[in-house]
């Protein structure tokens, strides 16, 4: 089946230690996003990849980076996570389809603890 | 800057009795999302609204868009506990989406 796979489900990290999230998906789609989701709260996007062409949030800390080396894979880099970095963060893909434009497909995220 | 909110935030229902969910959002868009996210999981595609009166349905809940006032409803029939979860509406434009505030169901006896 096609699906969009997150891994690990499960980081702990340790104040200040860098830490990589990953995201794949099979449904080739050209659209891949990064959400931040706390608890009760909506997911707020981090930034989104359409094709190659990396677009950031104004809202986002610097500490927070992405990379997309192919269309399959997205790469989510916490480069110094503080406390208030502990949440879920969300992958979704996407691409425009007639009937369905651009809806989101998400992975079953992985859920950052901070130490 | 998009503005997407929902009302009611939580919103407690009796198995079996309709409820409505509504979503307003302050700038002119084309389409309109609703998923739907479980206790620690994921968020799963519910509807998608592309244009005025658009209506979809699916079991129990029914969605429907009206871009002139900017609103969607969610209604749900003849509510069950496997309702319960949280609910968000999205807008946007292109590819980029900006999520609603969300609204908790809970289903009770």
């Known amino acids: 089946d096609a699906m969009v796979i997150q891994n690990p489900r499960y980081q702990v990290t340790q104040f200040g230690k860098p830490v990589t999230l990953s995201c794949s998906q099979t449904?080739?789609?050209?659209?891949m996003y990064w959400y931040q989701q706390k608890s009760s709260q909506a997911p707020k996007l981090l930034f989104h990849y359409y094709d190659k062409d990396f677009n950031n949030e104004a809202d986002t800390p610097d500490n927070f980076q992405s990379r997309r080396p192919n269309t399959s894979f997205c790469f989510l880099d916490i480069r110094s996570p503080g406390l208030g970095d502990a949440a879920m963060y969300l992958c979704?893909?996407?691409?425009?389809?007639?009937?369905?434009?651009?809806?989101?497909?998400f992975g079953p995220g992985t859920r950052l603890t901070v130490t | 800057e998009l503005k997407v909110e929902q009302n009611p935030l939580f919103l407690s229902m009796q198995e079996g009795k309709n409820y409505t969910i509504y979503c307003n959002y302050s700038?002119?868009?084309?389409?309109l999302y609703w998923y739907r996210q479980d206790p620690g999981k994921s968020l799963e595609s519910l509807f998608v609204l592309l244009s005025n009166g658009a209506v979809k349905q699916e079991g129990r809940l029914m969605a429907s868009l009206d871009t002139k006032a900017r609103l969607s409803t969610l209604h749900i029939t003849a509510a069950v506990h496997d309702l319960s979860a949280t609910y968000f509406c999205g807008t946007g434009t292109a590819s980029k989406l900006t999520f609603g505030t969300g609204t908790r169901l809970q289903v009770t006896l």
């Open positions: 700038t002119t868009s084309d389409r």
């Open positions: 979704a893909t996407s691409t425009s389809l007639r009937d369905r434009p651009y809806e989101q497909y």
């Open positions: 449904l080739n789609h050209n659209v």
